[in-house]
């Protein structure tokens, strides 16, 4: 079976969803479709559309291409995930230490590593109840 070269890819491909930042003129999307939502679907749209943090077109775009949009996180959600990141690189080094010497840190060092733990992982708990409430 031979493949046709002069046929276009498919248009729910990957690359159509990602695309180039700057496509050439060929390639931009010309053809409009119209689409009518009762008021309440319209409402549930643009707010779905919102939460993913996308314009309401692309939005729209990606779900009937088959994509399904994450839910963009909080920006506070964002630094809770870099300060666990840290304390757990933290707990890494010391656990390393332990092995490398046959020795364990110092109690002070690690009581106070997971002591931090713990108030983020408290943090990240309280934030992500009332970010989801949005």
Do not use: W
Request: with cysteine; net charge positive; charged share 30%.
């Amino acid at each position: 079976m031979t493949r046709d070269s002069g046929a276009d890819p498919l248009p729910f491909a990957p690359l159509a969803l990602k695309g180039d930042p700057d496509p050439p003129p060929s390639a931009r999307r010309r053809v409009r479709v119209m689409i009518r939502y009762r008021a309440g679907e319209a409402l549930a749209v643009r707010e779905r559309a919102r939460v993913c943090g996308l314009p309401l077109a692309r939005y729209v775009r990606e779900v009937s291409l088959g994509t399904i949009p994450r839910e963009r996180r909080h920006r506070a959600v964002d630094e809770l995930i870099r300060q666990l990141a840290r304390i757990g690189n933290n707990l890494n080094q010391l656990a390393y230490e332990a092995h490398a010497r046959d020795l364990f840190p110092g109690a002070a060092r690690v009581d106070a590593a997971l002591e931090e733990l713990r108030t983020a992982i408290q943090q990240v708990g309280s934030d992500t109840d009332g970010a989801s409430g949005r």
